[in-house]
């Protein structure tokens, strides 16, 4: 069982950096893929960026590709989500999940626990 809790949200303009945090409980954290998901108002969710469990492999949606990077740090035993030149349309509740199967980390179901979400708010 693995419990997660983001962080980090905010109100920021565009062209601003957030930086986004998500601790998990439990001591197998460093088996698992963590992922990024954001469900922007009136939208479905989407993904947004995964790392595997040894760090080794990262992926991204397009739409943040170059602007957003995902990191862990197994030690702690959280996963961050540097943004970088926010947008609008980057206003969202941002998920953190984990998964154990290690594929098919562009999909929801490729993660087994879900954090309770952040805010991020990003005006023109």
């Known amino acids: 069982q693995v419990q997660l809790v983001e962080s980090g949200g905010g109100l920021v303009q565009a062209g601003d950096s957030l930086r986004l945090s998500c601790a998990a409980s439990?001591?197998?954290?460093?088996?698992?893929?963590m992922g990024w998901f954001r469900q922007g108002p009136g939208k479905e969710r989407e993904f947004v960026a995964a790392?595997?469990?040894?760090?080794?492999?990262?992926y991204y949606a397009d739409s943040v590709k170059g602007r957003f990077t995902i990191s862990r740090d197994n030690a702690k035993k959280t996963v961050y989500l540097q943004m970088n030149s926010l947008k609008p349309e980057d206003t969202a509740v941002y998920y953190c999940?984990?998964?154990?199967?290690?594929?098919?980390?562009?999909?929801?179901?490729?993660?087994?626990?879900w954090g309770q979400g952040t805010q991020v708010t990003v005006s023109s």
């Open positions: 999940a984990a998964g154990t199967r290690g594929y098919g980390l562009r999909g929801s179901d490729g993660y087994d626990y």
């Open positions: 439990g001591r197998t954290f460093s088996s698992y893929a």
């Open positions: 790392i595997t469990w040894s760090g080794g492999s990262t």
